[in-house]
T-cell receptor
Framework: GAGVSQSPRYKVTKRGQDVALRCDPI?????LYWYRQALGQGPEFLTYFNYEAQQDKSGLPNDRFSAERPEGSISTLTIQRTEQRDSAMYRC???????????FGPGTRLTVL | AQSVTQLDSQVPVFEEAPVELRCNYS??????LFWYVQYPNQGLQLLLKYLSGSTLVKGINGFEAEFNKSQTSFHLRKPSVHISDTAEYFCAVSRGGNTPLVFGKGTRLSVIA
């Protein structure tokens, strides 16, 4: 596609439910990153992949958060047993080369009631 | 570990006036530096980047930034702003290669007619 796409754009869920957020990177991009952005803050790193391999998941806040990229393209970020503190904008980015220019998607706004 | 400090959370400026958005970073290794812009309800867009070479970097929309290694700064400047420059601006740093970005908290630029 022309750019990074994310779905859904908005997600409202009740506390305790599981949610899955999808990221479709720019075709051919090797690396895919997940960030979380709270209101009034900059994006904070969660995890990233090179191809299908998860390279670093040190930013995932706890074991309710997981991510996968099974075929080295589309990625899913899953949050189990959501809590109100999980409410934020979740952003995905992809990059092609070692110059690390990351292209960002529009984000998914998650609201946990 | 790396960190980024954006010294001003909000900067109001009159149209056609110059502006400088300040960014300082901390890192024990060489870094790459970036400025991203986020327009309302849109994703992050790269304004400019410093990888190596000339310390004065020119980006899109008339913005430029200067890398100052001794002061560990990467301030963003524009000689004459437009209403359309109203947005949130994020400074970011990385170690290079396909590694995650570390963002500052952002500076909200408001251009007043």
């Amino acid at each position: 596609g022309a750019g990074v796409s994310q779905s859904p754009r908005y997600k409202v869920t009740k506390r305790g439910q599981d949610v899955a957020l999808r990221c479709d990177p720019i075709s051919g991009h090797v690396s895919l990153y997940w960030y979380r952005q709270a209101l009034g803050q900059g994006p904070e790193f969660l995890t990233y992949f090179n191809y299908e391999a998860q390279q670093d998941k040190s930013g995932l806040p706890n074991d309710r958060f997981s991510a996968e990229r099974p075929e080295g393209s589309i990625s899913t970020l899953t949050i189990q047993r959501t809590e109100q503190r999980d409410s934020a904008m979740y952003r995905c980015a992809s990059s092609w080369d070692g110059f690390n220019e990351q292209f960002f998607g529009p984000g998914t706004r998650l609201t946990v009631l | 570990a790396q960190s980024v400090t954006q010294l001003d959370s909000q900067v109001p400026v009159f149209e056609e006036a110059p502006v400088e958005l300040r960014c300082n970073y901390s890192s024990s290794v060489s870094v790459y530096l970036f400025w991203y812009v986020q327009y309302p309800n849109q994703g992050l867009q790269l304004l400019l980047k410093y990888l190596s070479g000339s310390t004065l970097v020119k980006g899109i929309n008339g913005f430029e930034a200067e890398f100052n290694k001794s002061q560990t700064s990467f301030h963003l400047r524009k000689p004459s702003v437009h209403i359309s420059d109203t947005a949130e601006y994020f400074c970011a740093v990385s170690r290079g290669g396909n590694t995650p970005l570390v963002f500052g908290k952002g500076t909200r630029l408001s251009v007043i007619a």
